[in-house]
């Protein structure tokens, strides 16, 4: 078993999307082990995605992600990684395989209801920014 980070993003819980992508996720067979509600600052978005930095698209995924609650979460599988990318599909909902969560929920490739890492290492990083020690200790097992 191994752990990843999912945010369900502004658009996904602006248009009461978030309970119907959990429960597709829990579904698919991960297990939620830590989860919560936050508004992210711009500071936070920016530092967040501080790897997107010179894309032109940083401005609006800062602002988009800025823009509502996210219901960042610790999802865990056997390789969760890659099978979280595998659940919710492409970046871009309009190439994203029948039955992820970008095919049914995403209206676009900035509005795409769903955030997942990209890898092992980042998943660590990321799973840090939003849970502490505690948070992870308390939801283990
Ligand atoms: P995410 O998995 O959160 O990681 C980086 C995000 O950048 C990505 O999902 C998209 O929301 C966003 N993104 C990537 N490409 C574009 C694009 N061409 N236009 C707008 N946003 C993009």
Redo the contacts with the bound molecule.
């Keep these: 078993m191994s752990q990843t980070l999912a945010?369900i993003k502004p658009d996904a819980t602006g248009n009461g999307k978030a309970g119907k992508i959990l429960a597709l996720l829990e579904e698919k067979g991960f297990t939620v082990k830590a989860l919560r509600m936050t508004r992210l600052s711009e500071a936070q978005a920016g530092e967040f995605?501080a790897v997107?930095a010179e894309r032109p698209?940083y401005g609006?995924?800062v602002e988009f992600m800025t823009s509502g609650p996210c219901i960042p979460m610790v999802l865990e599988a056997d390789d969760a990684v890659p099978a979280l990318r595998d659940a919710i599909g492409a970046?871009d909902p309009a190439e994203a395989a029948d039955g992820t969560v970008r095919k049914l929920y995403a209206e676009s490739?900035?509005r795409?209801a769903i955030?997942?890492s990209d890898s092992d290492e980042n998943a660590a990083r990321e799973i840090a920014f939003f849970f502490s020690e505690s948070d992870r200790i308390t939801t283990a097992g």
């Design positions: 945010i995605y997107h698209f609006e995924l970046t490739k900035g795409n955030h997942a």
